[in-house]
């Protein structure tokens, strides 16, 4: 089975404020864009496990006009915060690589 | 109406030849967003800019002369990087200095933001507070312990600084799409239109193929809808292009909050104008009910000394748990009762480990050869976290680890000194709304002769 990695043009994650991290999963050929979608693998509950967060307060938000897939959750520690990893919020996405898409 | 944004952040930069192409086609209004939260909370704490005074002076002398020359008036928002008070004055003084070398006389709006604490202590006692999120709170003691508030002002204060009819507005923080918003919004433009075309724009040229904040780029307003026009010749702003901006830095790419309303961007339609200008259309806005300002706060918690090593020994590695637990334990007994292990943090940082992710890590194997190790202290002073982290690299760089064959030294410094004093280190005290009745009222607009 192909791997997100794999399928997807564009895998990236950034701040959305300093309280929040988001993951956007973009395709460049509609069918595969639809071929995620129709998978459900990208789900608040997978997200939930795989980040160890709140479903309560994960986003996941199908973006058909540019083909993509948007992932919102909140960060563990605030931007810039005593024992942040990444101020900028730019490489949190390794959870999401090797997920495998039917 | 043409809105022009030079780029993305001033003192990134952007091609002359992008420059002189936009001034060509007369824009109405010229704008550059000075500042970001993304590089974190030291900025607004410290009093400082996170891009260099030589690059914002260049990014100004070159546009600044052109606007004011042509009477187009020329915005800069979130001034010095973080929009407070020392920020303000910084960005000031490199345009006192441009108007000296180029003999420029003129009127400048500067746009005060930055709030006393005693005006948020009541904000806060009256319950008009709000979170934006589920993990920051603030208390009265985040209060006490904040160095700065900034509020971030919306299109209104801009917009009474337009209506003055000075030549360069100069913002202390603002929401980014209201430095283009203001304009079109004063002359009557369609707000859902307006607020979307000016959220795109304000990250340069980033909406664009290939995207880069460093570079130009041209909103086109019309009755019923926007075009969105690269300087560049190398770039293309296609529909998709234009569509998977809004993705970039928001939670969800149909609904973006600002302080004074929502836009509503579910029935937008992304086309091509031409094969490298994108037009939009059908974006709504919904103004909020309740005025709000967003505040951010910068809150010293401590200093921070650091060091980084590196780790080549595949024995140690396998041990890195052991090492690290006993630094912290040997660090905690050697002061004992002078420094109480609650009075700083030790932290280790172990890329090839799980620096990154932390938890978050899928993969708990350590296949590396290397381990690239930072041991990091903060304390109440300097000086106390330079004494922690001395003596917690001087034990690393010791210890008899289970099964150490090298037993001349654990790590490999870099450099010498080996232990860093970074300063103070700050957090966000603040990322709330403030309830108020007129949002635009505390930002107070003073207008000096430059």
Same mark, same amino acid.
């Given at each position: 089975?192909p791997?997100?990695?794999?399928?997807?043009?564009v895998?990236?994650?950034?701040n959305?404020?300093?309280?929040?991290?988001?993951?956007?999963?973009?395709?460049?050929?509609?069918? $595969?864009?639809?071929?995620?979608?129709?998978?459900?693998?990208?789900?608040?509950?997978?997200?939930a496990?795989?980040?160890?967060?709140d479903?309560?307060? $994960?986003e996941?938000?199908?973006?058909?006009?540019?083909?993509?897939?948007?992932?919102?959750?909140?960060?563990?520690?605030v931007?810039?915060?005593?024992?942040d990893?990444?101020?900028?919020?730019?490489?949190?996405?390794?959870?999401?690589?090797?997920?495998?898409?039917? | 109406?043409?809105?022009?944004?030079?780029?993305?952040?001033?003192?990134?930069? /952007?091609?002359l030849?992008?420059?002189?192409?936009?001034?060509?086609?007369?824009p109405d209004?010229?704008?550059?967003?000075?500042g970001?939260? %993304?590089?974190?909370? /030291?900025?607004?704490?410290?009093?400082?800019?996170?891009?260099?005074?030589?690059?914002?002076?260049? %990014?100004?002398?070159?546009?600044?002369?052109?606007?004011?020359?042509?009477?187009?008036? =020329?915005i800069?928002?979130?001034?010095?990087?973080?929009?407070?008070?020392?920020?303000?004055?910084?960005?000031?003084?490199?345009?006192?200095?441009?108007?000296?070398?180029?003999?420029? +006389?003129?009127? &400048?709006?500067m746009?005060?933001?930055?709030?006393?604490?005693?005006?948020?202590?009541?904000?806060?006692?009256?319950?008009?507070? @709000?979170?934006m999120?589920?993990?920051?709170?603030?208390?009265?003691?985040?209060?006490?312990?904040?160095?700065?508030?900034?509020?971030?002002m919306?299109?209104?204060p801009?917009?009474?600084?337009?209506?003055?009819?000075?030549?360069?507005?100069?913002?202390?923080?603002?929401?980014?799409?209201?430095i283009?918003?203001?304009?079109?919004?004063?002359?009557?433009?369609?707000?859902?239109?307006?607020?979307?075309?000016?959220?795109?724009?304000?990250?340069?040229?980033?909406?664009?193929?290939?995207?880069t904040?460093?570079d130009?780029?041209?909103?086109?307003?019309?009755?019923?809808?926007f075009?969105?026009?690269?300087?560049?010749?190398?770039?293309?702003c296609?529909p998709?292009?234009?569509?998977? +901006?809004?993705?970039?830095?928001?939670?969800?790419?149909?609904?973006i909050?600002?302080p004074?309303g929502?836009?509503?961007?579910s029935?937008?339609?992304?086309?091509?104008?031409t094969?490298?200008?994108?037009?939009?259309?059908?974006?709504?806005?919904?103004?909020?009910?309740?005025?709000?300002?967003?505040?951010?706060?910068?809150?010293?918690?401590?200093?921070?000394t650091?060091?980084?090593?590196?780790?080549?020994?595949p024995?140690?590695?396998?041990?890195?748990?052991e090492?690290?637990?006993?630094?912290?334990?040997?660090?905690?007994d050697? =002061?004992?009762?002078?420094?109480?292990?609650?009075? /700083?943090h030790?932290?280790?940082?172990?890329?090839?480990?799980?620096?990154?992710?932390?938890?978050?890590?899928p993969?708990?194997?350590?296949?590396?050869?290397?381990?690239?190790?930072?041991?990091?202290v903060?304390?109440?002073?300097?000086e106390?976290?330079?004494?922690?982290?001395?003596?917690?690299?001087?034990? &690393?760089?010791?210890? +008899?680890?289970?099964?150490? @064959?090298?037993?001349?030294?654990?790590?490999? =410094?870099?450099?010498?000194?080996s232990?860093?004093?970074?300063?103070?280190?700050?957090?966000?005290?603040?990322? +709330?709304?403030?309830?108020?009745?007129?949002?635009s009222?505390?930002?107070k607009?003073e207008?000096?002769?430059?």
């Open positions: 089975m791997k997100l990695i794999d399928l997807a043009k895998l990236r994650s950034k959305a404020g300093p309280l929040y991290v988001t993951f956007d999963l973009m395709f460049d050929k509609k069918e $595969t864009y639809e071929r995620v979608v129709k998978s459900g693998v990208i789900n608040s509950k997978l997200i496990k795989l980040f160890k967060s479903e309560k307060y $994960t996941i938000v199908d973006y058909p006009a540019a083909l993509s897939v948007k992932i919102t959750i909140p960060r563990k520690v931007g810039g915060d005593l024992g990893r990444d101020v900028y919020g730019a490489q949190q996405y390794a959870p999401l690589l090797d997920l495998e898409i039917k | 109406m043409k809105v022009m944004a030079l780029n993305g952040i001033l003192g990134y930069g /952007y091609p030849a992008s420059l002189e192409k936009g001034l060509a086609e007369n209004i010229i704008g550059t967003d000075a970001s939260k %993304d590089p974190g909370p /030291y900025y607004l704490g410290a009093g400082v800019s996170f891009t260099s005074r030589s690059a914002v002076k260049r %990014d100004l002398e070159l546009s600044m002369p052109e606007a004011l020359k042509r009477n187009i008036p =020329f800069i928002g979130t001034a010095g990087g973080s929009g407070g008070e020392p920020h303000l004055k910084w960005n000031r003084e490199i345009i006192q200095e441009i108007a000296r070398e180029k003999n420029l +006389h003129f009127h &400048m709006a746009i005060h933001a930055e709030f006393p604490k005693e005006y948020i202590r009541k904000k806060l006692r009256g319950g008009k507070i @709000k979170p999120g589920p993990n920051l709170a603030l208390t009265e003691r985040d209060i006490d312990e904040t160095v700065r508030f900034v509020g971030q919306g299109s209104e801009l917009i009474r600084a337009l209506n003055i009819g000075v030549g360069v507005i100069l913002a202390g923080r603002s929401s980014d799409p209201a283009y918003a203001a304009l079109p919004l004063m002359k009557g433009y369609d707000p859902g239109l307006v607020w979307h075309a000016s959220k795109i724009i304000e990250c340069g040229a980033l909406c664009a193929i290939p995207g904040t460093s130009c780029i041209m909103a086109h307003l019309e009755k019923n809808y075009l969105l026009e690269p300087l560049n010749p190398i770039r293309k296609t998709m292009s234009a569509a998977g +901006h809004t993705l970039y830095e928001q939670p969800n790419p149909y609904y909050y600002e004074e929502m836009m509503d961007l029935q937008s339609k992304y086309e091509a104008y094969d490298s200008i994108a037009k939009v259309s059908g974006s709504k806005w919904i103004p909020a009910r309740q005025q709000t300002i967003k505040i951010e706060g910068s809150a010293r918690y401590g200093y921070r650091i060091s980084i090593a590196g780790c080549r020994d024995l140690m590695i396998e041990e890195i748990d090492v690290t637990n006993y630094v912290r334990q040997f660090t905690v050697n =002061f004992g009762s002078r420094i109480s292990p609650t009075d /700083y030790m932290l280790f940082r172990l890329y090839g480990k799980d620096a990154v992710e932390g938890d978050w890590e993969q708990k194997k350590i296949t590396s050869q290397e381990l690239g190790i930072i041991i990091e903060v304390a109440k002073t300097q106390m976290a330079d004494d922690i982290c001395a003596v917690a690299r001087s034990t &690393m760089l010791h210890y +008899h680890y289970t099964g150490r @064959k090298a037993t001349a030294g654990n790590l490999a =410094f870099p450099y010498s000194p232990d860093i004093s970074m300063g103070p280190a700050y957090r966000f005290s603040a990322y +709330h709304l403030v309830e108020l009745e007129d949002a009222e505390p930002f607009i207008v000096v002769k430059v």
